[in-house]
């Protein structure tokens, strides 16, 4: 490679840079909002409909009370809330309780549930078999244009902030269909989701089109 190559080279991957640095800035924005959700939820239930920053507003214009908690706004949360337990799920598969898992601490969790409890013993195969289905899966999800890093909080500000749903649909019925049909929860994040949040929230979607398909699982899976 001459030095004329290298140097576009280096400026591509610098644009790239800066590109991923002001995605992690806005998404740090959003964990600064989901924490002042959280604490206002507590004094004024009608403070999760304000915008809290200035920067967009959790319903789109137009949006309602009643749509709100009763409407397909639930289904963002559900969305999010599904992707990181198949992610977990994928992972642990022999595990049925992953209370206290979350994303950022997997590989944490990997070294936990690989140690026997009593002697202490670390059973290196079954880590290392932890560790490459999570490697595998991090990779996989990655060509999608997942990053933990950013879309672990932005799953949890979605989930914080829309809920999930309160009812699930029954199996087979129409609504059960739409639910689960990729076409039907596409148009509903293009309606819905504010337009600052419809590229993560489609991009988590197709990685839970992704797992859905690798796990041989309806899109949500109860």
């Not at 009608?46 to 397909?72: M, R, V």
């Not at 999608?144 to 029954?170: D, Q, T």
């Not at 049909?181 to 993560?200: G, S, T």
Request: glycine letters at 6%; one cysteine or more; proline letters at 5%.
């Amino acid at each position: 490679m001459s030095l004329e190559q290298a140097a576009a080279a280096l400026l591509v991957k610098n644009d790239q840079l800066k590109r991923e640095i002001e995605h992690l800035r806005y998404l740090v924005n959003l964990l600064q909002d989901n924490q002042m959700l959280t604490s206002r939820t507590h004094s004024s239930s009608d403070s999760i409909l304000t915008d809290l920053t200035g920067k967009f507003p959790l319903l789109p214009p137009g949006g309602s009370l009643g749509l709100f908690y009763n409407g397909h706004p639930r289904l963002l949360g559900e969305i999010a809330y599904q992707l990181d337990r198949r992610i977990l799920s994928y992972v642990f598969q022999a595990h049925q309780r992953l209370y206290g898992f979350i994303l950022l601490n997997i590989p944490q969790r990997i070294v936990e549930v690989s140690t026997h409890p009593l002697t202490g013993h670390m059973d290196e195969a079954y880590q290392l078999y932890l560790s490459n289905r999570y490697t595998d899966l991090m990779e996989s999800l990655g060509k999608l244009g997942y990053k933990l890093a950013l879309h672990a909080p932005f799953c949890e500000f979605i989930v914080n902030s829309y809920g999930i749903l309160k009812e699930r649909p029954r199996k087979g019925s129409s609504k059960w269909a739409e639910y689960n049909n990729p076409d039907f929860l596409i148009k509903m994040i293009e309606n819905i989701a504010p337009r600052r949040l419809q590229k993560d929230m489609l991009l988590v979607l197709s990685c839970l089109c992704y797992l859905s398909t690798k796990d041989k699982k309806p899109l949500l899976a109860w």
